[in-house]
């Protein structure tokens, strides 16, 4: 049989189920034979019983729920100064190698004339049915124009925007088929800047939607904030496999199908109308009716 | 839900979904332990963010051999600490009276049950400032460790991991805090009040 020592050394891994099952069988014999370690063995347990009773304050669920919100805004606030400096380099590479000496801006124009060529392989197989404003047409054609709307102070028009910019954004990497398409179609250093904005501009836009009515679209822009980010650090040069698990993601949160229903919600009173994506659940079975193809 | 090793993938891939969820899975512990280290909610939450800021950005120093819990835990109570420290050098100019009331551990009840049995309220505050009183009697490491294992489930081994200590020292700290707890709040009625002594 173990000593009254031994007994008492392994009382704090007793006590705390970390004894293995061979020392706990004797220090268990022990304790049947020893009167004073059992006494003092159950006055700890006792003395932890009542620790247990100590109440740590939790915030409550509401704290719980917004954590990331602030913590991803605390993300943004600090990282904005470094996440700004990196664009620099491959920016100014790829205007060196295509359009040396001019200025900023061209690389803007490049940008949206590539987006252009999307828009232009996406109607192929998009045609806004007969009355309809061809607002997404024309957005995916020029994402400049959505984007270029003065900025508004009312959060849910500020959040409308947004998820018009981000559909028109992630329209272009969906549709992008490396098959049939250059990789400059692709435009994917302009995106992931794009993104970058984008994911910078979504803690902004989810502090401000205060209104409890407004927690989807809340999450809806959390939701889109964590793609943007995806494609905001996809790796250097063309990375199609990273641009493919994007693409999954996109699928399985049904993010096309939940921003037209945001958008339904906010009354849909903006330039676009649903996302009409070929195949795409998002479309639904009213809007897939209206498609041609 | 992304397991460990996944996580740990995506955190060295600054993936931020991957991130998201380490967030999502760790941010009630990391805050716990922040609460036990630093004593109050409002820096409590702000060394829990600091704490996932400070992942998010220097995943490198990540060593895979350990177990990312240990690890983040480890950078938990070395920011609260740091924090306190920092905090020792700024005196506070005004303090919040309901903050230093959760500082000292009083949870805060809410108004039904304070008015559905205001006896046991009475008697739940008085616990728990009694349990907060004992807390104050044990030595900074032996409170440590105590805090560590029994309300934040870290292993033995895991607390000697987080402290740099041997595993025979934080049982050693460990067994000490529970005696002096045991002393604070008075023998539990398991014999009749009999404080133990033997050996």
């Given at each position: 049989?173990?000593?009254?020592?031994k007994?008492?050394?392994?009382?704090?891994?007793?006590?705390?189920?970390?004894?293995?099952?061979?020392?706990r069988?004797?220090?268990?014999a022990?304790?049947?034979a020893?009167?004073?370690?059992?006494?003092?063995?159950?006055?700890m347990?006792?003395?932890?019983?009542?620790?247990?009773?100590?109440?740590?304050?939790?915030?409550?669920?509401?704290?719980?729920?917004?954590?990331?919100?602030?913590?991803?805004?605390?993300?943004?606030?600090?990282?904005?100064?470094?996440?700004?400096?990196?664009?620099?380099v491959?920016?100014?590479?790829?205007?060196?190698r295509?359009?040396?000496?001019?200025?900023?801006?061209?690389w803007?124009?490049?940008?949206?004339?590539?987006l252009?060529?999307?828009?232009?392989?996406?109607?192929?197989?998009?045609?806004?049915?007969?009355?309809?404003?061809?607002?997404?047409?024309?957005?995916?054609?020029?994402?400049?124009?959505?984007?270029?709307?003065?900025?508004?102070?009312?959060?849910?028009?500020?959040?409308r925007?947004?998820?018009?910019?981000?559909?028109?954004?992630l329209?272009?990497?969906?549709?992008?088929?490396?098959?049939?398409?250059?990789?400059?179609?692709?435009?994917?250093?302009?995106?992931?800047?794009?993104c970058?904005?984008?994911?910078?501009?979504?803690?902004?836009?989810q502090s401000?939607?205060?209104d409890?009515?407004?927690?989807?679209l809340?999450?809806?822009?959390?939701?889109?904030?964590?793609?943007?980010m995806?494609?905001?650090?996809?790796?250097a040069?063309?990375?199609?496999?990273?641009?493919?698990?994007?693409?999954?993601?996109?699928?399985?949160?049904?993010?096309?199908?939940?921003?037209?229903?945001?958008?339904m919600t906010?009354?849909?009173a903006?330039?676009?109308?649903?996302?009409?994506?070929?195949?795409?659940?998002?479309?639904?079975?009213?809007?897939?009716?209206?498609?041609r193809? | 839900?992304?397991?460990e090793?996944?996580?740990i993938?995506?955190?060295a891939?600054s993936?931020?979904?991957?991130?998201?969820?380490?967030?999502?899975?760790?941010?009630?512990?990391v805050?716990?332990?922040a609460?036990?280290v630093?004593?109050?909610?409002?820096?409590?939450?702000?060394?829990?963010?600091?704490?996932?800021?400070?992942?998010?950005?220097?995943?490198?120093?990540?060593?895979?051999?350990a177990?990312?819990?240990?690890w983040?835990?480890?950078?938990?109570?070395?920011?609260?600490?740091?924090h306190?420290r920092?905090?020792?050098?700024?005196?506070e100019?005004?303090?919040?009276?309901?903050?230093?009331?959760?500082?000292?551990?009083?949870?805060?009840?809410s108004?039904?049950s304070?008015?559905s049995?205001?006896?046991?309220?009475?008697?739940?505050?008085?616990?728990?400032?009694k349990?907060?009183?004992?807390?104050e009697?044990?030595?900074?490491?032996e409170?440590?460790?105590?805090?560590?294992?029994?309300?934040?489930?870290?292993?033995?081994?895991?607390?000697a991991?987080?402290?740099?200590?041997?595993t025979?020292?934080?049982?050693s700290?460990?067994?000490?805090?529970?005696?002096?707890?045991?002393?604070?709040?008075?023998?539990?009625?398991?014999?009749?009040?009999?404080?133990?002594?033997?050996?």
């Amino acid at each position: 049989m173990i000593s009254c020592r031994k007994c008492r050394d392994m009382m704090i891994e007793a006590l705390y189920g970390e004894l293995r099952p061979a020392d706990r069988e004797s220090f268990d014999a022990h304790l049947r034979a020893c009167p004073d370690c059992a006494s003092e063995y159950s006055i700890m347990g006792a003395t932890l019983r009542v620790m247990d009773e100590r109440r740590r304050p939790d915030p409550g669920p509401e704290f719980w729920d917004t954590y990331w919100d602030r913590l991803a805004a605390r993300l943004d606030v600090t990282d904005k100064a470094p996440a700004v400096r990196p664009q620099a380099v491959p920016l100014s590479a790829r205007l060196g190698r295509l359009f040396s000496g001019l200025p900023g801006w061209t690389w803007q124009a490049a940008a949206g004339a590539a987006l252009v060529v999307v828009g232009i392989l996406i109607g192929r197989s998009i045609v806004s049915p007969p009355g309809q404003p061809a607002g997404l047409v024309s957005a995916v054609q020029n994402p400049a124009a959505a984007s270029a709307v003065p900025a508004s102070n009312d959060p849910s028009e500020r959040a409308r925007r947004y998820l018009d910019r981000s559909q028109v954004l992630l329209l272009g990497l969906v549709n992008y088929n490396p098959k049939t398409q250059d990789l400059y179609a692709l435009d994917l250093d302009g995106k992931k800047t794009a993104c970058r904005e984008l994911s910078l501009q979504a803690a902004d836009i989810q502090s401000s939607l205060k209104d409890p009515r407004q927690k989807r679209l809340k999450e809806l822009v959390s939701d889109l904030q964590i793609i943007m980010m995806q494609i905001a650090n996809l790796g250097a040069g063309n990375d199609l496999e990273g641009v493919d698990l994007i693409k999954q993601g996109v699928e399985q949160r049904d993010i096309f199908l939940k921003i037209d229903l945001t958008r339904m919600t906010l009354g849909a009173a903006g330039p676009q109308g649903p996302s009409a994506r070929p195949g795409s659940q998002a479309s639904g079975a009213a809007d897939k009716a209206k498609m041609r193809i | 839900m992304m397991d460990e090793k996944d996580i740990i993938n995506g955190l060295a891939a600054s993936d931020p979904t991957a991130f998201r969820e380490f967030v999502e899975q760790y941010k009630k512990k990391v805050y716990f332990l922040a609460l036990d280290v630093v004593g109050n909610p409002v820096d409590a939450e702000d060394v829990s963010q600091e704490v996932f800021l400070k992942v998010y950005r220097s995943f490198g120093t990540f060593n895979r051999e350990a177990r990312l819990g240990s690890w983040l835990y480890r950078v938990t109570y070395n920011a609260g600490i740091d924090h306190l420290r920092r905090k020792a050098l700024i005196p506070e100019a005004v303090e919040d009276e309901a903050l230093e009331a959760r500082s000292r551990g009083e949870a805060p009840l809410s108004a039904s049950s304070a008015f559905s049995d205001p006896a046991a309220t009475a008697e739940a505050r008085q616990l728990q400032a009694k349990i907060a009183l004992a807390l104050e009697k044990v030595s900074p490491q032996e409170k440590a460790v105590f805090l560590l294992r029994h309300y934040n489930d870290l292993k033995l081994k895991e607390i000697a991991e987080t402290l740099h200590l041997s595993t025979g020292s934080v049982k050693s700290y460990l067994f000490r805090a529970v005696k002096k707890l045991q002393r604070e709040l008075g023998a539990p009625d398991v014999t009749g009040g009999m404080e133990v002594s033997h050996d």
